[in-house]
């Protein structure tokens, strides 16, 4: 039986439950990002990194840069958690193009990526991601009314507020790709 491990880092909450449904889903190991070192992965054949898109970036995904001459030979699989669409492919050709700047081509062809939504609640953010949605709402309150997209107005309609779009069946794609890996 190949080995699998779950490796994430959530900072509100969504990545973890994400990560929590695929590790109960492929009966496989879980870890916190920061409880694990990257010899305690050299046993597993397929590891899977999830963590939250903050400002095109992907929490804690240094984990897959900095150490993928030692996971090179093994299944690579990431997915992303953020508030932006996956159905849009608007949003995952954003998200593709911030990790392309990140990602090396080796690491490219290597590492398959999925995308998944996850939620918000404003009364529990940090300073920094207040701000930036702060930002984020200004600039979308600039514009004309009649060229914002969907996923604007249901921004501006859930500023302030708790959202939830977690869904469990979001990974099932992710979850039959690793079980055909695995054979």
């Known amino acids: 039986m190949k080995r699998i491990a ?3 880092e959530s900072k509100y909450g969504a990545v973890k439950k994400y990560a929590e449904w695929i590790a109960e889903d ?18 597993y054949d397929t590891i899977i990194y999830g963590g939250g898109l903050y400002a095109g970036g992907v929490s804690g995904v240094k984990i ?3 150490n993928f001459d030692k996971l ?15 159905i849009d492919k608007a949003n995952t050709d954003h ?6 700047k990140i990602f090396t081509a080796p690491m490219q062809k290597k590492i398959k990526v999925f995308h998944f939504r996850g939620a918000m609640d404003y009364s529990k953010l ?4 207040k701000a930036m949605m702060g930002m984020m709402y200004r600039m979308i309150m600039k514009k004309d009314v009649n ?5 604007d107005k249901e921004f501006l309609a859930s500023y302030g507020k708790t959202v939830d ?17 695995q054979g």
Do not use: W
């Not at 492929?26 to 010899?39: E, G, Q, T, Y």
């Not at 940090?126 to 991601?129: A, D, E, Q, S, T």
């Open 126 to 129: 940090g300073f920094i991601h």
């Open 72 to 86: 090179s030979h093994k299944n690579l699989i990431l997915f992303t958690c953020g508030l932006a669409d996956p």
């Open 6 to 8: 779950v490796v994430f």
């Open 147 to 151: 060229s914002l997209k969907h996923e």
């Open 95 to 100: 998200i593709k193009q911030s990790l392309n």
């Open 165 to 181: 779009f977690t869904d469990r069946s979001m990974t099932i794609p992710m979850v039959s790709y690793i079980r055909e890996l």
């Open 64 to 66: 897959l840069t900095k």
């Open 26 to 43: 492929l009966s496989c190991s879980l870890f916190d990002r920061k409880s694990i070192k990257i010899a305690d992965l050299e046993s």
